[in-house]
């Protein structure tokens, strides 16, 4: 049987209590057991998983989503989506509409605006886009309200090129209120962030959306086209 050195050592440091062949066992600092790692951890999906690099919980499903469904989303983008959802369902009886109507910078239309007209086709979407519908030289606004009057939403790719065409051009807040107080419209935000489309835009920047920067182009794609869907009653 061991026999304790205190009485005789001492116990005065961690090192001492160690030696001892009666209490080394027994007194271990916190740094010796194994780390113990949580089951809702950043790393973990537990909650529908985080998106890369925003460190925000994506763990709810609005009521529109199918149980089946792979996306989740935040409270916020609930809030922010509910209203569209809302007008979307009242214009479900309208005949011909497209799904939704893509505005872009037209410096995207080969590589953001594509990719996301592309990824919204691939997941059912109709998409009104400028490369097939919209002639070349339109006002900006006028095809926003264009499409809008002949989609069921209008999205609007918010990038590097978009702010500096709008800061070059310039936004008829009058009439960009007007739509946004449509519930009609989602901004999508794409290598560039929010605050900047305020600085051009406070009337489009004050409206939330998704952003790309927190989640993929795929997983908005697939949200927008959760969004959009509308089952048919018999």
Avoid: Q
Wanted: proline content about 5%; charged content about 25%; aromatic content about 6%.
């Amino acid at each position: 049987m061991a026999i304790c050195t205190a009485p005789s050592r001492g116990h005065r440091t961690a090192s001492g209590a160690a030696a001892c062949p009666a209490c080394g066992g027994r007194n271990r600092g916190y740094n010796s057991y194994p780390t113990y790692t949580s089951p809702y951890s950043s790393n973990s999906s537990s909650y529908g998983g985080r998106s890369p690099g925003s460190g925000i919980s994506r763990s709810i499903k609005p009521r529109w989503s199918n149980s089946s469904s792979s996306v989740y989303y935040t409270p916020t983008e609930i809030r922010t989506l509910t209203p569209v959802r809302e007008n979307i369902e009242k214009r479900s009886n309208i005949p011909d509409l497209r799904d939704v109507f893509l505005c872009h910078a037209w410096d995207d239309r080969k590589d953001a605006a594509k990719e996301l007209h592309d990824l919204l086709e691939e997941n059912g979407v109709s998409v009104w886009f400028s490369e097939k519908d919209v002639l070349l030289g339109s006002s900006l606004l006028r095809e926003i309200d264009k499409g809008l009057a002949n989609s069921k939403i209008g999205l609007v790719l918010v990038t590097p090129s978009f702010i500096d065409r709008v800061k070059n051009e310039g936004i008829a807040e009058k009439e960009l209120s007007a739509l946004l107080a449509r519930d009609l419209l989602v901004p999508i935000v794409h290598n560039t962030t929010f605050d900047k489309l305020r600085e051009v835009s406070p009337l489009l920047g004050s409206r939330s959306g998704l952003d790309t920067n927190e989640e993929s182009m795929l997983k908005i794609a697939m949200k927008l086209a959760e969004l959009v869907k509308v089952e048919e009653t018999v």
